[in-house]
């Protein structure tokens, strides 16, 4: 085929659509192949490409292209497939979960530190179960707690101030990457696998474990050294805890430093991107790197005989460029960016000039190629998305000269993005800054021009810290006003993904210089994404959602037109929880507004998240289990459960059964729980809470109207629950548990298990269903998230006995 140096009708376009296609279509599969068949598969594909790239006939014809797609993309398929393959084969025998392994290796990366102790990535040199060497995963997430945060119930040592390059020898337990599977919810799996990490744990460090031994420091992970060094040093310099977090994230990239008060104020005024090493802080620190290497490639004639200053103002600006995103971390984000911008350095420097669109597909294909799993990444379309957008919104010609036209067109620029992006931010996150490009405007000269230069000084000048954190300081107040203005963020229901798609498409006809009547078409495009309603059941039915949140309780009951939840499920840490990491963006992603949020009782594992509700949700009333002086009680008045109390929303009867008025006082907080069951037309549900045997011979013996299509499993399956008596008068034709994979209790116990089996009732549990979905208008049928979506790098647990109860009838 010759090649005339022109994309144009060419094969460039067609050979890059299928460098994109092929991963697309390949992230797809549920379940991965053997790494043969992928190789065969692009093998066969590669050869019949070079046929037809030699024989070149018909090399403008429209089949001919299509072909070149076709061959292109199954490539790109087969390569995206044995990578996955290959990666999948390393993981974590499952017959190593939960056991004391004896581990050496050397810290990969700075640790990260909170109330609860450290976590920090680790290489492994080598691997021992009781004296019998083992094979690990390369790359762990390990925990070092203190107490008994390590997930065993004896205390642990505190772990002294670790650094990155230190090598170690302890004992750990680990087990496969195991995170929460929720519709609309974030995929801790695939974070994973995108980094690499195929197995996690703790650090077993109790009295009865070996004490862990420090072997020495190494000069291995020097930029990890280098970045954990600077990063004390701006905590030691900045008595603020909050400005010094944002002054080390700017520096090292450790967003983890951002409290997550101030991450909520960044959010809700757009500009989160701004306050972590993104691609505009290593796209800004390329062109500035640029200009300083042409500036000074300029001054000496040799070195402009030598090579054009552009070609290496390009080259050193990308360099650079480079460098600072391997000292800031080297995320996933700014690898993203270094890709890009070697893509479009290497068509400058080759003498390309490709319109626009094969310009931005070719950066797009280098990427996908180097990381297929950046397609599953929101930060990934924001990015391509804007880009693409500001090419094809350039008005062309010489760029303005003037003050005042350069502002025009930066306000131009940013309008154009907040319009495209909108329907967007909506599908991936649920809501849409209103102040973000006021916020914008006036952040990111700041953040760009000001606080990161003065960041980065301090890392040579001490006091440029303390002015970059007077800087911070200002922007965060600016922020936080505007943040408190009435209508700052505007949240709806996550649209489905072609209104998502239709309404980019509809911002981008509104931002191009086309005829008005032209433009106008970009409104109807729009308004599916912006005006997007999540379907409600019919008036007389209602949908149940039991969240995965690990080891708690949280579900979403919603009828025609209310919402209640049933306990909040855990607090992970002192600044996250269930309500504000699964709940609040669940119930935001589903438009739904809380009326009524009950708690069964005190236990954190069912009120942990309850302060993110009622905070989110500011017109919810409080029906609960607590004893007075409860701090949830602060937040809302309170209205204890008793049996007895009823009411019904849209033909659905919600009824309290437990406890009673006439009951003793329960010195358990388990045996005080609020048991709910909840009526429609064609089923009904029980959420039990976490009652024990003794409440439920009292619901039996006072002829509690008990029967239920589905049950919520009392206390997760605890053998303390679930008596025969009480199973056969609920007679469930489902049973949910809600517990976190291996958890320390064992729940569900199986014996537990064994009784719903002997009377045929399919269970149904969140560490393998993930959250599970039930309607009364179908009550035979329940919808697992873990398998509904699966995808390959979901983790399959092993087949258990406990299996034969879980079969869908």
Not at 206 to 235: C, I, N, W, Y
Not at 482 to 489: G, I, K, N, R
Not at 516 to 537: E, I, K, N, S
Request: glycine content about 10%; overall charge positive; hydrophobic content about 50%.
């Amino acid at each position: 085929m010759h090649d005339d140096g022109s994309p144009g009708g060419r094969w460039w376009v067609p050979l890059l659509a299928g460098a994109v296609l092929g991963p697309a279509v390949q992230l797809q599969q549920p379940d991965l192949w053997g790494s043969a068949a992928y190789l065969a598969l692009g093998g066969a594909a590669l050869v019949l490409m070079g046929v037809l790239l030699v024989r070149g006939v018909g090399a403008r014809a429209p089949i001919e292209r299509g072909l070149a797609l076709l061959l292109a993309a199954t490539l790109a398929f087969g390569l995206c497939g044995a990578r996955a393959a290959a990666f999948a084969s390393r993981g974590l025998d499952p017959s190593l979960e939960g056991r004391d392994l004896a581990i050496t290796g050397t810290l990969a990366a700075m640790p990260q530190s909170n109330e609860l102790g450290q976590r920090f990535r680790f290489t492994v040199e080598e691997a021992s179960d009781q004296g019998r060497a083992v094979v690990l995963p390369r790359l762990l997430s390990l925990g070092w707690y203190a107490g008994e945060a390590a997930g065993g119930f004896e205390p642990q040592r505190a772990a002294p101030a670790l650094r990155a390059g230190e090598r170690w020898r302890f004992t750990v337990r680990l087990r496969a990457p195991h995170g929460h599977a929720n519709p609309h919810g974030f995929d801790h799996e695939l974070w994973l696998w995108e980094q690499g990490v195929q197995a996690t744990g703790y650090v077993r460090a109790g009295p009865a474990h070996p004490q862990p031994l420090l072997l020495g420091a190494t000069l291995r992970h020097p930029v990890e050294q280098a970045r954990q060094s600077v990063r004390d040093a701006v905590f030691a310099r900045l008595a603020d805890r909050p400005l010094a977090g944002v002054v080390a994230a700017l520096v090292t990239g450790d967003q983890a430093a951002i409290d997550k008060a101030d991450w909520d104020v960044f959010r809700a005024t757009g500009v989160a991107h701004l306050l972590s090493i993104s691609g505009l802080h290593v796209t800004m620190f390329a062109w500035l790197a640029a200009a300083a290497v042409g500036a000074a490639w300029r001054r000496s004639t040799r070195l402009c005989l030598a090579w054009p200053a552009p070609h290496a103002a390009l080259a050193g600006g990308l360099l650079l460029a480079a460098g600072y995103a391997l000292f800031s971390g080297w995320g996933v984000p700014a690898q993203r960016t270094v890709l890009m911008l070697a893509s479009v350095a290497w068509l400058r420097l080759s003498g390309r000039r490709w319109p626009w669109p094969v310009t931005w597909l070719f950066a797009c294909a280098v990427v996908v190629t180097a990381d297929p799993w950046a397609l599953m990444q929101a930060g990934f379309w924001l990015s391509f998305i804007a880009v693409g957008v500001l090419f094809a919104t350039d008005p062309g010609g010489p760029r303005p000269s003037g003050a005042q036209a350069r502002l025009a067109a930066l306000l131009r620029e940013q309008a154009v993005v907040t319009v495209a992006l909108a329907p967007l931010s909506l599908l991936m996150f649920g809501q849409v800054s209103l102040v973000g490009l006021v916020a914008n405007l006036v952040a990111i000269p700041w953040v760009t021009l000001v606080v990161t230069p003065l960041a980065m000084a301090g890392a040579v000048m001490g006091p440029a810290w303390d002015l970059a954190a007077g800087a911070v300081q200002a922007l965060g107040a600016g922020l936080q006003w505007m943040a408190s203005w009435p209508f700052a963020v505007w949240a709806g229901a996550a649209p489905p993904l072609w209104a998502g798609a239709a309404g980019v498409l509809g911002g981008l006809l509104l931002s191009l210089r086309l005829p008005l009547p032209v433009r106008a078409l970009g409104v109807p495009l729009l308004l599916p994404a912006l005006l997007w309603q999540a379907p409600r059941p019919p008036a007389g039915e209602f949908e149940l959602l039991a969240a995965d949140v690990g080891q708690g309780n949280a579900i979403i009951v919603r009828t025609a037109r209310h919402t209640l939840v049933y306990d909040t499920g855990p607090r992970f840490s002192t600044d996250t929880d269930a309500g504000q990491r699964v709940l609040v963006p669940l119930l935001r992603a589903l438009g739904d507004g809380v009326d009524r949020l009950v708690l069964s009782h005190r236990d954190s594992d069912h009120t942990g998240g309850a302060a993110a509700v009622l905070a989110a949700h500011p017109g919810a009333d409080l029906l609960a289990s607590l004893e007075p002086g409860h701090p949830l009680a602060s937040l809302r008045p309170l209205t204890s459960c008793r049996a007895g109390q009823h009411w019904e929303w849209d033909g659905v009867a919600f009824e309290i059964l437990h406890p009673a008025m006439e009951e003793p006082a329960v010195r358990k907080a388990n045996g005080a729980s609020c048991v709910l069951r909840v009526s429609g037309a064609g089923g009904s549900a029980l959420l039990a809470g976490d009652i024990e045997q003794p409440q439920e011979r009292a619901l039996v013996d006072r002829d509690a109207p008990l029967r239920s299509d589905l049950l919520l499993v009392p206390h997760h399956g605890s053998k303390t629950s679930s008596s025969d008596a009480f199973l056969d008068a609920v007679r469930p034709r489902w049973a949910l548990v809600q517990a976190g994979y291996r958890n320390r209790f064992g729940h569900p116990a199986a014996p537990v298990l064994a009784r719903y089996a002997q009377r045929g009732v399919p269970v149904r549990a969140s560490d393998r269903c993930g959250a599970a979905s039930w309607s009364s208008a179908r009550p035979l049928e329940l919808r697992c998230e873990r398998e509904a979506s699966g995808r390959y790098w979901r983790h399959r647990l092993p087949a258990t006995e406990a299996d034969g109860a879980t079969t869908t009838p």
